[in-house]
């Protein structure tokens, strides 16, 4: 079954303990992407990936890391978790396409920062 | 700044009454607009999208959308809504083939019995 499957769906933490979020998608997408959800400012990317060893910055990158080192994994890494990090986040891919617009995306991780 | 303002945080209408949600962008040049929709607990599904050409564009579960460039706007209709459409509706946009996607804040849409 195709699918963007993301680790773990609920995680409490607390400041500053070091964290990884993995997502693996199996459709061979070469576009991936991580956005935080939050209420009242809907979905915002922090950061994208068009393909293996190409990352960039989406709108609010602070406070995150990510890695593209092959084509089916985009890992989300918080080094010191902050409270403002607390969020659902979205892992996302996309075949080609003109904009990238046909996202698939991951159940979400609800991530608690105490 | 690039922007998408979804106005109408909240909605809610009767079954089978038609629907409007509302969109507008800031952006330089006219953008790529979608539609996406996220049921609860769920990932966003893309409901429609619009390139370029035709200003009406049609979409999945019988959703339409209306590019207005005098307007920056790309507005959401459905002629009747079913209480299966209560959901959460995103509008965004995107500069091209960027892989920058911005999304609106998102209207939740209540469907009455």
């Known amino acids: 079954e195709a699918q963007v499957t993301q680790n773990p769906r609920y995680l409490i933490t607390v400041t500053g303990k070091k964290l990884t979020v993995t997502c693996s998608q199996n459709?061979?997408?070469?576009?991936m992407s991580w956005y935080r959800q939050d209420p009242g400012l809907g979905l915002r990317q922090i950061y994208y990936?068009?393909?293996?060893?190409?990352?960039d910055k989406g709108d609010v990158p602070e406070g995150y890391k990510v890695s593209r080192k092959e084509k089916r994994n985009f890992p989300l890494i918080l080094e010191s978790p902050s409270p403002n990090q607390t969020s659902l986040y979205f892992c996302?891919?996309?075949?080609?396409?003109?904009?990238?617009?046909?996202?698939?995306f991951g159940s979400g991780t609800q991530l608690s920062v105490l | 700044a690039q922007s998408v303002t979804q106005p109408d945080i909240h909605i809610t209408v009767s079954e089978g009454a038609s629907l409007e949600l509302r969109c507008n962008y800031s952006?330089?040049?006219?953008?790529?607009l979608f539609w996406y929709v996220q049921s609860p607990g769920q990932g966003l599904q893309l409901l429609l999208k619009?390139?370029?050409?035709?200003?009406l564009v049609q979409g999945i579960k019988g959703f339409e959308a209306e590019f207005k460039r005098s307007q920056s706007s790309f507005n959401l209709r459905k002629p009747s809504v079913h209480w299966s459409d209560a959901a959460e509706y995103f509008c965004?946009?995107?500069?091209?083939?960027?892989?920058?996607?911005?999304f609106g804040q998102g209207t939740t849409l209540q469907v009455k019995p």
């Open positions: 996302a891919s996309s075949p080609p396409g003109l904009s990238n617009e046909k996202l698939f």
């Open positions: 459709m061979n997408h070469e576009y």
């Open positions: 990936s068009m393909n293996v060893e190409v990352t």
């Open positions: 952006y330089g040049a006219t953008p790529y």
């Open positions: 619009y390139f370029s050409g035709d200003t």
């Open positions: 965004a946009a995107a500069g091209g083939n960027t892989g920058k996607l911005i």
